[in-house]
């Protein structure tokens, strides 16, 4: 049980405290005082992650608290209640907490029961032993692990690893024949063979837009998008680097001692551009894509070993990107409404922030979690490995490789920005 003291200043000689055992609870005190929910908010925010024990002191003024507030309020409740233990930056919802908010307010966006137990049926049987991820034939040019830096090579990957897409119908930029982000991973595996020093800071923090230029060219006309960007990002993530981490993403490694929250940290505080983070409804929410990822890719390519080794692996979510939301509506386990899809299918770009981009993004990822959930429940009592968010993930965005045609009939958000 947690309990919240707020004092108003009209209730000095206040009534006693009412101890809020649940949410029913919370909202039934709150109608029953008619509360003024920003006093509330502001006192809530500042007060709460000192203090343990909730009360609410009855409060005369007759305002009205709306279902909305309420959810918002409840948030930022379990929000105090996590933050000593999992709360990334100070006053924004981690990304699980994120999507659970976000996917409970949302407006444009539903996630549905139905479609969830779908697409858990069709994992199931790929679940042998542990979660088998679909075979998108592209393991060649992964980052190789045993390259002598290995661990900077996935993080230069990752700080690249934003918007591939192009317009319905126009020239894709691909390398080597790989499209969207095999065809980053082509680009990078190509410059290292060739001798070009892309996994060192030193080299791509002052690194020119015709070395980067060369580095990513493609086999056609069409050119990788946001190249100015992609530019300042090396040369942001390059220069911090030497500046704090000895030039090489090993010491970030190093001090985060084999834990991902920490690792996360240590990211999204240090590394502007890994701070994906946005405002909806008035609280602070953080989807963080890039950064999970480039955890989970480490535990994932060291095969949990070594610089891959994370103990708290299971913390992260899925990673919200604009391919994954695609296979959960070909499920049915997202839906979008009529205005949202006509334009998704009209190409209609999504500004970077905006409630809909969001939407889609937090209920992705509650979506995920859910679905994690349910895998769980339908695996009690056998000897096999749950998956955790990072698997399901890789799990769906391969899935979406590989039925790249069937998935066609579903279209996909797009966004210019440089966080997926
Ligand atoms: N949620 C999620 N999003 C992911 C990835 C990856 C690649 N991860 C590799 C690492 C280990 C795995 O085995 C994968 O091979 C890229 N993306 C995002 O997709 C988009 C491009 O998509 P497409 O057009 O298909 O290339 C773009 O936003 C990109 O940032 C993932 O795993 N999960």
Redesign the pocket.
């Given at each position: 049980m947690i309990n919240i003291i707020i004092p108003f200043p009209s209730t000095a000689a206040a009534d006693a405290a009412v101890p809020l055992s649940n949410e029913d609870d919370c909202l039934r005190t709150l109608n029953c005082f008619g509360v003024h929910v920003n006093v509330i908010m502001s006192l809530f925010v500042i007060r709460c992650p000192a203090i343990a024990k909730v009360c609410l002191i009855k409060n005369r003024k007759n305002l009205f608290l709306s279902a909305a507030l309420f959810n918002k309020l409840s948030f930022i409740r379990l929000n105090t209640h996590i933050s000593n233990n999992n709360m990334v930056r100070e006053g924004v919802l981690p990304p699980a907490e994120s999507g659970e908010f976000i996917a409970k307010n949302a407006q444009h966006v539903k996630i549905h029961e139905a479609g969830l137990e779908k697409l858990c049926e069709e994992m199931l049987p790929s679940i042998t032993n542990k979660l088998e991820?679909p075979d998108?034939g592209?393991d060649i040019i992964?980052p190789d692990k045993d390259h002598d830096k290995a661990a900077d090579w996935v993080f230069v990957a990752d700080a690249l690893?934003?918007?591939?897409?192009s317009y319905s119908g126009a020239q894709k930029w691909t390398v080597d024949g790989h499209?969207?982000?095999?065809a980053l991973e082509a680009a990078l595996a190509r410059a290292i063979k060739n001798g070009i020093d892309i996994t060192n800071p030193k080299y791509y923090s002052k690194i020119t837009e015709d070395e980067l230029r060369s580095i990513m060219k493609g086999d056609n006309e069409a050119t990788i998008p946001l190249f100015e960007q992609r530019v300042s990002v090396l040369h942001e993530v390059g220069s911090i680097l030497l500046e704090k981490y000895n030039g090489t993403f090993e010491t970030c490694l190093k001090e985060a001692n084999k834990s991902a929250v920490k690792l996360l940290e240590i990211i999204v505080k240090n590394f502007p551009c890994f701070r994906d983070e946005a405002t909806f409804k008035g609280q602070k929410v953080a989807l963080y894509?890039?950064a999970q990822?480039l955890v989970a890719?480490l535990w994932?390519f060291f095969g949990g070993t070594g610089w891959g080794e994370f103990k708290d692996i299971d913390k992260m979510t899925?990673?919200?990107?604009?391919?994954?939301p695609q296979v959960l509506v070909y499920f049915g386990a997202l839906s979008y409404t009529d205005e949202l899809m006509e334009k998704l299918k009209k190409d209609i770009l999504l500004p970077s922030g905006s409630e809909e981009e969001v939407e889609i993004r937090g209920c992705s990822i509650h979506a995920v979690e859910l679905l994690k959930k349910r895998i769980e429940e339908k695996l009690a009592g056998r000897s096999v490995e749950v998956p955790n968010s990072s698997l399901i993930?890789?799990y769906?965005?391969?899935y979406?490789?590989k039925y790249a045609d069937a998935m066609e009939t579903i279209p996909f958000h797009k966004t210019l920005g440089i966080y997926?």
């Open positions: 991820i998108t592209a992964h690893n934003f918007c591939f897409w499209s969207g982000y095999y894509k890039r990822i890719d994932n899925m990673f919200a990107d604009y391919r994954v993930d890789y769906l965005w391969c979406r490789r997926y």
